[in-house]
């Protein structure tokens, strides 16, 4: 089977590889988007899925837009059986989805209809999911809208993060990606329309996104420091410095008596008990954080030389 591949993050990496691997798949081309600045110089840096394909010795093109004449052309020139999207970023026209034979195959992080969009993995964290899972579908010029061919589901443990979970689905889904690929070259592969009236959407996360409004409950706050760990991590405010949470633990309310204090009041703040602070429904413990110019610590090591005091408060600013 021929295949035209397009990705770009990490999460399309597993998929590249698992493929490559396949004594039945034959990757004619891998199409990306265009070499980005990256890091604190901002230099030129390929894209995770450019990087892989070259390692591999696979053809690589780069582009900004796959819709462009010649782009067409080339795709069409090399006949692909079926056109393989994974992250890959940018939506396809008509003409593209028209040239392979057998149509072209999305990997989707969600189980779908829910969560169609750019970013299902946050969001199933997030919104305090216990299972999500990767779908491969059938694309039509609709996001995340065509005909479902395999899912699988996978369960959310209470302290993945999104990085973890992002891992996970992106292995779990190479294989499924696979097991379609072969399915469908054998006449084998199931179809089934989604449920339109059941679609959920997910935005772009931004920096924003990790902002913790200490008036929501202890289990939301937590889910939110798990779903925005590592990019683009949750913050809040003290003394005017932003203060990166990257891990919290719920705790509970029975364990403290402190009376009517506001929501972001610091609790507690030693080596001894940690750093607790009051939320809207309770109490949560920061277990490990960052304050500017320093690594990530754990709370109760960092307090040993950094102090926060009880009383005082961690603030929303956007």
Aim: with cysteine; glycine share 8%.
């Amino acid at each position: 089977m021929r295949i035209v591949f397009m990705g770009t993050p990490d999460f399309s990496v597993p998929s590249l590889e698992k493929l490559y691997t396949s004594s039945e798949i034959e990757i004619k081309l891998v199409i990306t988007q265009p070499d980005k600045p990256r890091g604190r110089g901002q230099k030129l840096a390929a894209t995770p899925i450019k990087k892989r394909a070259l390692e591999l010795g696979l053809e690589t093109l780069e582009t900004a837009n796959v819709n462009q004449k010649d782009i067409v052309e080339k795709i069409r020139g090399l006949s692909p059986d079926i056109i393989v999207v994974v992250a890959f970023g940018q939506k396809l026209s008509q003409e593209i989805l028209d040239i392979p034979p057998y149509g072209c195959v999305n990997l989707h992080a969600s189980l779908l209809p829910e969560y169609r969009g750019a970013s299902p993995i946050h969001r199933a964290i997030i919104d305090g999911k216990k299972v999500t899972g990767v779908t491969t579908m059938y694309m039509a010029e609709g996001w995340d809208t065509g005909d479902m061919i395999y899912k699988e589901e996978v369960k959310i443990e209470e302290t993945d993060t999104v990085g973890i979970l992002h891992d996970k689905l992106a292995s779990i889904g190479a294989e499924l990606l696979l097991k379609t690929l072969l399915a469908i070259e054998r006449g084998l592969a199931p179809r089934e329309e989604q449920d339109h009236s059941k679609a959920s959407y997910t935005g772009k996360i931004d920096k924003n996104t990790g902002a913790i409004d200490w008036q929501k409950s202890s289990l939301t706050i937590y889910n939110l420091v798990r779903g925005v760990n590592p990019w683009p991590g949750a913050y809040t405010h003290y003394k005017g410095e932003t203060i990166k949470i990257w891990q919290t633990r719920l705790v509970e309310s029975s364990s403290l008596n402190e009376g009517e204090v506001v929501p972001g009041t610091i609790v507690r703040a030693d080596t001894q008990e940690g750093l607790v602070v009051r939320t809207g429904d309770g109490f949560l413990e920061i277990v490990e954080l960052q304050i500017p110019g320093r690594k990530k610590m754990l709370a109760r090591e960092l307090l040993n030389g950094y102090t926060i005091n009880i009383g005082e408060s961690f603030e929303l600013k956007l």
